[in-house]
């Protein structure tokens, strides 16, 4: 048999399922804070002389709790779309209050040879000399 549901038991279920829906609440509204919060301030494709890479410049701006920066990343691609693209040099400029104006220059001396010139004051992340067969000058703009 079946006891009738009294007042002190009907409370007790709804508390009970005010505090799931709460937290299940909370849960969904954390998570949605946890996405990628990223925009690219600049960009800048040059494709090799002999057609075969892309070399692709991009300035991208972080926010978050804790999290915000500003980082510049090269790097290249096949230009069929094959593989993923190689970072090839990845820096910081602390100093630059405004994202948009941290730029690099980059050009192709012959086929193999790349050269890329970044700010004065950046600070140097990562930096690779040799992709594949191409030679990589990456050096402080003059």
């Known amino acids: 048999m079946h006891r009738p549901l009294t007042v002190p038991k009907i409370d007790a279920l709804l508390a009970g399922f005010l505090k799931l829906s709460f937290l299940s609440l909370t849960l969904g ?7 990628d919060d990223s925009a690219v301030v600049w960009r ?12 692709v410049a991009k300035t991208t701006q972080y926010s978050g709790p804790g999290t915000a920066a500003v980082f510049t990343t090269v790097d290249v691609a096949r230009a069929d779309g094959e593989g993923k693209p190689v970072q090839i040099l990845v820096f910081e400029v602390p100093s630059e ?3 948009s104006a941290i730029t690099v220059d980059i050009s192709w001396v012959d086929a193999t040879h790349l050269d890329v010139a970044y700010p004065k004051d950046a600070k140097i992340s990562f930096r690779a000399d040799l992709y594949g067969n191409i030679n990589i000058n990456s050096h402080p703009r003059q």
């Open 44 to 55: 800048k494709d040059l494709r090799s002389l002999d057609g075969s890479s892309i070399v």
């Open 97 to 99: 209050h405004n994202p």
């Open 29 to 35: 509204v954390s998570l949605a804070g946890c996405s």
